[in-house]
C-alpha cells in the first residue's frame, strides 16, 4: 500500500496564502497521475487540481488564476500553492495517486486530508 503524506494545512485570512505538500513514493512519481481533492462539510470530494505524470496540469474552475498545481520528481512532492484565498476554500484537502499497470487494474491513494481553513 502507498503512503501519501499531506502538510500545510491550517488557518488563514481571506486573501492570504497557503502551499499544501504531499510526499510520495517515487514508484508514484515515476508512473502515477496525482491530484489535489477537497470536501467541505455537506458537499462531495471535488478535484481541486490535477498533474500526470507526463506534467500535464488542470484545474477546476473556481481556483484558476488562484491555484497552481506541481510537482518535484527529485523530491517526490506535490505542491499545491494557493493564492488570493476565500472562505468558500475552507474544506478538507486530500493528495491523491492513481496507478493504472493495467487498463482493468486501477489503483487509487489517499492521504489522510489536511485542514484548510479560510477566515473572513
Known amino acids: 500500500q502507498e503512503q501519501l503524506v499531506e502538510s500545510g494545512g491550517g488557518l488563514v485570512q481571506a486573501g492570504g496564502s497557503m502551499r499544501l505538500s504531499c510526499v510520495a513514493s517515487?514508484?508514484?512519481?515515476?508512473?502515477?497521475?496525482m491530484g489535489w481533492y477537497r470536501q467541505a462539510p455537506g458537499k462531495q470530494r471535488e478535484l481541486v487540481a490535477g498533474?500526470?505524470?507526463?506534467?500535464?496540469?488542470n484545474y477546476a474552475d473556481f481556483v484558476k488564476g488562484r491555484f497552481t498545481i506541481s510537482r518535484d520528481n527529485a523530491e517526490t512532492t506535490m505542491y499545491l500553492q494557493m493564492n488570493s484565498l476565500k472562505p468558500e476554500d475552507t474544506a478538507v484537502y486530500y493528495c491523491?495517486?492513481?496507478?493504472?499497470?493495467?487498463?482493468?487494474?486501477?489503483?487509487?491513494?489517499w492521504g489522510q486530508g489536511t485542514q484548510v481553513t479560510v477566515s473572513s
Open positions: 491523491n495517486a492513481r496507478v493504472a499497470p493495467t487498463v482493468e487494474a486501477v489503483y487509487d491513494y
Open positions: 517515487r514508484r508514484v512519481f515515476r508512473f502515477g497521475d
Open positions: 498533474i500526470t505524470a507526463a506534467g500535464r496540469v
